[in-house]
Nanobody
Framework: QVQVVESGGGLVQSGGSLTLSCTASGVIFRINATAWYRQGLGNQRELVAVVTSDGRSSYADSVKGRFTISRENAKNTTVLQMSQLQPSDTGVYYC??????????????WGQGTQVTVSP
């Protein structure tokens, strides 16, 4: 059974840094793309960054130049390095994976989310 699990959230002061990790476990043949989304209180879930199997990445305008997404393919892990954090970055961060596994009827998986709180 495939699982996607995030870690690394926490409380940080404005201007600080945090690193989030997302690891997919189970029998996985290939990870096509992995993305980070976030959802602030009262807001809709929004795309933060995405990285494809060939390493191409893209970012929301609000995080460009501050966040970096990368993949560690051997570990089925995706890392989101966040710097110059602002209170507006506060929210629950979710990992989203598009992958191939033993289950041919499903290829999209969400993690349970990890809280990031940036204090002024």
């Amino acid at each position: 059974q495939v699982q996607v699990v995030e870690s690394g959230g926490g409380l940080v002061q404005s201007g600080g840094s945090l690193t989030l990790s997302c690891t997919a476990s189970g029998v996985i043949f290939r990870i096509n793309a992995t993305a980070w989304y976030r959802q602030g209180l009262g807001n809709q879930r929004e795309l933060v960054a995405v990285v494809t199997s060939d390493g191409r990445s893209s970012y929301a305008d609000s995080v460009k130049g501050r966040f970096t997404i990368s993949r560690e393919n051997a570990k089925n892990t995706t890392v989101l390095q966040m710097s110059q954090l602002q209170p507006s970055d506060t929210g629950v961060y979710y990992c989203y994976a598009d992958l191939l596994s033993r289950n041919p009827r499903r290829n999209l998986y969400w993690g349970q989310g990890t809280q990031v709180t940036v204090s002024p």
